[in-house]
């Protein structure tokens, strides 16, 4: 009798542990570092059966602003997963990748998912583990593991990050190939800002303010042109606005604040080093925002 209900508890408890990736309302966001601003959102919305075996289905969206300074959402695709036994799994060219290694040892290492076909990195990088251990978030104990980013030599790439049990990376993007090939041409997404499902409150250990901000700020009201863009050390704003606004504060993609001050016609950038940025003018009443290339 007591090995047929320690046998049950081992059945029921190993069954809950395999429903832990992904449960109903597994909600990821992401800064998006591209050449426009945004984040990457991914969500966990049905189950599938591919070749027999029952997967995850993960949309995944990308809000921002266009090139008409325009907040769009566009749809970038699926991933479909599944756990087992502590592996997460993704579908890749018809074939099933190890993405997350939650019972890997240290030393141990795995082919980063979807590598073979990125255009940045060396075919079969591979992601070797540094430590392990547990930690508890939200009153739930859950593993971890540090990875290297590797050559597949396992020389490393000088990057490290922490993947955690049905959260996964927490200071990379969901996918480490787009990672990689994000770095280059914004493929997809970027660093980890949150995660959350229906029974788990947001979790967002590097990420300060609301998960779907898209430029730090709670309000894109309206957007204006500035010239000249791309600009070397001078903006130059049109009269109308020096006579309606206030400051001005100028922002990077992820919404740091490098620089404000009161309005004036001219706003010396010099300082800036070069890379995409947004103005936001504003006064008591209303906000609007430009894109800015500052190139050196």
């Known amino acids: 009798m007591k090995s047929t209900i320690l046998l049950l508890f081992l059945f029921v408890s190993f069954s809950f542990h395999a429903q832990n990736w992904s449960p109903a309302g597994a909600h990821w966001t992401y800064s998006y570092y591209g050449f426009f601003p945004g984040y990457v959102e991914v969500l966990y919305t049905g189950d599938t059966v591919i070749e027999g075996q029952t997967a995850k289905i993960l949309s995944k969206t990308f809000h921002g602003i266009d090139w008409s300074m325009t907040v769009v959402s566009n749809n970038i695709g699926k991933e479909y997963t599944y756990e087992n036994n502590g592996v997460i799994y993704l579908r890749y060219q018809n074939q099933w990748d190890t993405l997350y290694h939650f019972n890997a040892q240290i ?38 593991v540090v990875v290297d980013f590797c050559n597949p030599d396992l020389s490393s790439l000088g990057i490290q990050d922490t993947i ?91 919404g740091k604040m490098y620089q404000t001050g009161p309005i004036s016609p001219s ?26 290339l500052k190139v050196d």
């Not at 950038?269 to 800015?292: C, D, M, P, R, V």
Request: net charge negative; hydrophobic share 35%; with cysteine.
């Open 107 to 144: 030393g141990g290492h795995w082919r980063m998912a979807k590598q073979p076909f990125t255009s940045v990195c060396p075919d079969n990088s591979r992601l070797k583990v540094l430590a392990t251990g547990n930690k508890t978030i939200n009153n739930e104990t859950r593993k971890y």
């Open 164 to 254: 955690v049990e049905n959260i996964g990376f927490i200071g990379s993007y969901f996918l480490p190939y787009d990672q990689f090939d994000g770095a280059v041409d914004g493929n997809e997404g970027g660093p980890f800002r949150c995660y959350s499902h229906d029974n788990f409150s947001t979790y967002a250990p590097h990420f300060s303010g609301a998960c779907d901000y898209i430029v730090g700020v709670n309000e894109l009201s309206s957007t204006f042109a500035i010239y000249p863009n791309p600009v070397q050390g001078e903006i130059h704003l049109a009269e109308d606005f020096v006579s309606r606004f206030t400051h001005y504060s100028i922002y990077s993609l992820d």
């Open 267 to 292: 706003i010396n950038i010099h300082q800036l080093t070069s890379g995409n940025y947004f103005l936001e003018i504003a006064n008591a009443n209303q906000k609007q925002f430009a894109k800015i």
